[in-house]
């Protein structure tokens, strides 16, 4: 059953029984006033009579002074014929509770009668056929003989108008609950509407419309319900797309490491068919072993750089403090050899804060796409500086450039701007894609810039430790 209906069941029901109680009591209280004031009419009716009685006895005429059971008749027709109306109902009866005059109507039964003593006075409600009538009984004391009085007021009227009541009550409570039904189906309407509002958003976002918000219509509980609930999917949102990019990333991953490993192979099993199948002469042979050597290389270089990816991706680092010098030591020593570029070598004597393999590793890659990139006889420049809250690095070389709409994909692995030219170096677009994974680890980032035909810098700050953020901290006091 809906939420809003088991509001209105329940509404209803509590209304009922409210409407209900109250109507029987307020009822019943009207009917037992009126029942009051009629039976203290009988009361007082049934004292009249009773002084009447005592009044006529006295002035019988009595033989001996005893009061005669057919002058009581008498004086009893007589009481009931001062009655209005149709005349009064009642019933005389002697010392034992034997009747000596009865009017017609009067009830048969003496329950109330029998209950009589000296002095007492009762009243009870009785009903006769579909008539409802007060009986009182008293004692009259007169001319030395105990009689007993008793009377009957129809009080009918009374019971009739409690039934009138009870049934006008009913139609006016009946109208009421139909009444307020309709309200509170409007009112449970309005309140429900937030629930029926995240309802439909939840099922927007089940069928996988992660786009989709609930609409805010209340500032009450419900109201900061959807607040979270839309809190929550934008969060959810979030997280798909990261996870969705990530897939997106993996399969671009494989799908160039998958291309980036036939080529190669398809060109030594190539070579390789050739040497094993003809006769070749030894210009050819050598061109031949030579190729598959290369490629073999450059397929030993991308192994060993996705395996440095892969390690470094799960890695977590300690960096340790380490003096500047000895990175650009590092790439002299590492760069002597090249006869192609000249190397020069500018820097601010600092300490770094970095795991000395990997920052060499990083270092060593942007120096060799530099050189890589650069005419015979060009310079490379790499340089180094104690900069805001770090140590920054940077290398200039004034080769090809990149492309600005390339810039953003240089990083990507296995992406390279020239392809052809890449793999004539033995590249695999792999190492700024390394790179970028060793600098994440030190909570660093490299930054591009580059002109085609002008060149290319490409820098990083190395952030400092804790030790020396404190020391700074210190000195600054
Ligand atoms: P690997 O480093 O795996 O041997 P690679 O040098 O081709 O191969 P990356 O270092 O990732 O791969 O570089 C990606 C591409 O970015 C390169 O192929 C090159 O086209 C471009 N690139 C990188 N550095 C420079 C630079 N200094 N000047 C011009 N182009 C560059
Ligand atoms: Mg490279």
């Not at 804790?466 to 000195?475: F, H, I």
């Amino acid at each position: 059953m809906k939420f809003l209906y088991k509001i209105l069941l329940w509404t209803i029901i509590i209304m009922a029984a409210a409407f209900g109680v109250s109507g029987y009591f307020f009822v019943n209280f009207v009917f037992q006033t009126a029942l009051e004031r009629e039976v203290a009419q009988a009361l007082d009716g049934s004292n009249i009579l009773r002084f009447a009685l005592e009044t006529a006895a006295l002035n019988v005429p009595t033989k001996y002074g005893v009061l005669q059971d057919i002058a009581v008749e008498q004086i009893g027709a007589k009481l009931e014929g001062g009655g209005q109306g149709s005349g009064r109902l009642l019933r005389v009866s002697d010392e034992n509770k034997e009747a000596l005059y009865v009017s017609v109507s009067f009830t048969e039964d003496t329950t109330l009668l029998q209950t009589l003593t000296e002095n007492s006075r009762s009243w009870q409600v009785i009903r006769q056929g579909e008539r409802y009538y007060v009986q009182t009984g008293i004692m009259v004391n007169t001319m030395d003989r105990n009689l007993y009085l008793e009377t009957m007021e129809d009080v009918t009227e009374v019971f009739e108008e409690r039934a009138m009541g009870f049934e006008l009550y009913r139609y006016v409570t009946l109208v009421m609950l139909c009444a307020s039904a309709v309200v509170m189906f409007l009112i449970c309407t309005f309140l429900t509407r937030p629930i029926r509002l995240l309802t439909r958003a939840t099922r927007r976002m089940a069928v996988g419309d992660y786009g989709y918000r609930a609409r805010q219509v209340s500032n009450d509980e419900l109201g900061q319900l959807t607040q979270d609930f839309n809190s929550m999917a934008n969060v959810l949102e979030g997280t798909f797309d990261e996870l969705e990019g990530e897939i997106q990333a993996r399969e671009d991953f494989i799908a160039a490491f998958a291309h980036e490993l036939k080529t190669p192979l398809t060109a030594i099993i190539g070579y390789a068919d050739l040497l094993r199948s003809r006769e070749l002469d030894e210009e050819k042979h050598f061109l031949s072993s030579n190729y598959i050597y290369t490629e073999g290389k450059r397929l030993e270089n991308m192994s060993f750089r996705l395996l440095d990816i892969i390690v470094t991706r799960r890695e977590q680092i300690e960096p340790q403090p380490v003096s500047a010098e000895v990175f650009f030591r590092y790439l002299e020593d590492m760069f002597a050899g090249n006869r192609e570029q000249r190397l020069q070598i500018s820097f601010e004597v600092g300490t770094v804060y970095a795991e000395i393999n990997l920052i060499k590793s990083v270092l060593s890659n942007l120096v060799d796409n530099a050189c890589k990139a650069s005419q015979p006889g060009g310079v490379v420049e790499v340089s180094g500086r104690v900069a805001e809250g770090g140590y920054e690095f940077w290398v200039q070389d004034y080769g090809v450039g990149i492309p600005e709409e390339e810039l953003q994909r240089v990083t990507e692995a296995f992406y390279m701007v020239d392809k052809s030219r890449s793999r004539s170096r033995n590249g695999a677009g792999l190492g700024l894609a390394l790179c970028v994974e060793v600098l994440r680890l030190h909570e660093s980032e490299l930054w591009i810039e580059s002109t085609v035909g002008e060149g290319t810098c490409m820098s990083f700050i190395l952030p400092d430790g804790p030790e020396r953020s404190t020391e700074e901290k210190a000195n600054e006091v």
